[in-house]
């Protein structure tokens, strides 16, 4: 069983950036895709970001030019930069891997999610 751990989530004026890390316990990123997600109180969960085994990165139209989504396969870490954040952005992020179909969010694996808090 692989386990996903996110880090990096916090507080932070808006503005500000922050990275966050996804770090997986088994070799799992190099093949398969793997996303970040977020949920805000009381809206469902979205997908962020996305990366394909092959390499094909997609993002949210809310965040396109201000995050960027990133794998170190050696590592098996993901990473996600957020830049210029917004109050909007305020949620708990995911990240997920090993998609189950063709659906990015019928993934295998879960991470526990990371706070993530932009003040006004």
């Known amino acids: 069983q692989v386990q996903l751990v996110e880090s990096g989530g916090g507080l932070v004026q808006a503005g500000g950036s922050l990275r966050l890390s996804c770090a997986a316990s088994?070799?799992?990123?190099?093949?398969?895709?793997v996303g970040w997600y977020r949920q805000a109180p009381g809206k469902e969960r979205e997908l962020v970001a996305g990366?394909?085994?092959?390499?094909?990165?997609n993002y949210a139209d809310s965040v396109k030019g201000r995050f960027t989504i990133s794998r170190d396969n050696a590592k098996n870490t993901a990473f996600l930069q957020m830049n210029s954040l917004k109050p909007e952005d305020t949620a708990v992020y995911y990240c997920?891997?090993?998609?189950?179909?063709?659906?990015?969010?019928?993934?295998?694996?879960w991470g526990q999610g990371t706070q993530v808090t932009v003040s006004s």
């Open positions: 088994g070799s799992i990123f190099s093949t398969n895709a």
């Open positions: 997920a891997a090993v998609p189950l179909g063709r659906n990015w969010y019928s993934m295998r694996y």
């Open positions: 990366i394909t085994g092959g390499g094909s990165i």
